[in-house]
């Protein structure tokens, strides 16, 4: 346990600065919904490439992190299969249910929160943690997102494939993971070009954790009604994935593979956060107009708002000396 507060209470005052000046900015029209849309493409496509680019560009990856890639990707099908199991006892038939239990909004969320208060040199911990989560994301969830919104036609994993290879955000990550384990970085690191674009692509990638934190504050918004389902849904989630991740992080994190301590609290970060805010992207126009999704609405806002909180309990307990 930290008890430095005198170090952390400075680090946490710029989140909800941010996150205030953000719902100003809705509160006041001054940003429309438009160009909420427009920086999210900024950030998804530019800022936060940028960032991960620079993380995995500093990462010495090891054997352990393999480890790492396969416990994070077993923990979402581990809690597919709970999803399917509530959704089983549930009266709402709905096929989407199950995969709110699953997945973790990381791009969004968890890297602005982890970066804001460990600084973003300290993001490749949860960049390295969150790419067990995008394999599941790009091959299970997406796969089963585009089946339910295609009406259950067959799907080719060809396509699945090149979805996720063309993703900036992928591209980034294998950029820097082949520019660092090739050596290539250490030879051109004098390079006063080379420097000048990793510079450039660093200044680029500062802009994600406030346009982000912005982003959330203006979009933060839920309704008071029919919030049952939604907290059954947030409860089960921290109550199943937060002992596994202290679990994890203690024993086989910390003595088994004898990594270093904020791997465990970026474990810990990830599994607090909410599904990912693309399960609505794939919704049918019949059902959105039927309003049969406001759950899943409702859902994703409400564990924005406890995922914050969250988060900044595990900054107080459970920030390692560092």
């Known amino acids: 346990m930290n ?22 900015l809705k509160v006041k029209k001054f940003i429309s919904n438009n160009s909420i849309g427009e920086i999210k493409k900024l950030i998804v496509n530019i800022s936060l490439p940028a960032l991960l680019f620079m993380s995995f560009l500093d990462v010495n990856f090891t054997i352990e992190f393999f480890f790492i890639i396969l416990i994070v990707f077993l923990i979402n099908l581990l809690m597919l299969l709970i999803g399917k199991g509530f959704a089983f006892f549930t009266k709402l038939k709905d096929p989407h249910l199950p995969l709110l239990f699953t997945g973790f909004e990381v791009g969004m969320l968890g890297i602005p929160l982890f970066g804001a208060i460990y600084g973003t040199e300290s993001i490749k911990y949860m960049a390295v943690v969150d790419l067990g989560q995008e394999i599941y994301v790009w091959f299970v969830l997406f796969a089963m997102l585009l089946s339910l919104q295609q009406k ?5 994993f060809v396509g699945l494939f090149k979805s996720f290879i063309t993703s900036p955000i992928i591209i980034a990550i294998l950029l820097g993971i082949i520019l660092n384990s090739s050596g290539i970085k250490s030879l051109i690191s004098e390079n006063f070009l080379f420097q000048g674009v990793i510079n450039s692509i660093d200044m680029l990638g500062s802009l994600t954790v406030p346009l982000i934190l912005l982003v959330i504050g203006y979009e933060i918004n839920f ?32 003595k088994y593979l004898e990594l270093d301590p904020l791997y465990s609290v970026a474990l810990l970060s990830v599994v607090i956060l909410p599904p990912p805010f693309i399960i609505p992207l794939f919704f049918n ?23 914050i909180i969250a988060f900044l309990i595990i900054v107080v307990f459970f920030t390692p000396a560092l």
């Open 223 to 254: 309704k008071t009604s029919n919030i049952s389902l939604p907290l059954k849904i947030i409860g089960i989630r921290l109550l199943i994935l937060v002992p596994i991740a202290l679990l994890v992080g203690n024993f086989v994190f910390s």
């Open 285 to 307: 126009q019949e059902d959105e107009q039927m309003g049969e999704k406001s759950y899943v609405y409702n859902t994703l806002s409400i564990s924005t708002v406890i995922s």
């Open 3 to 24: 008890t430095n507060y005198i170090e952390i209470i400075p680090k946490i005052i710029p989140v909800f600065i941010l996150l205030g000046v953000g719902y100003f």
């Open 152 to 156: 259950g036609k067959q799907l080719h």
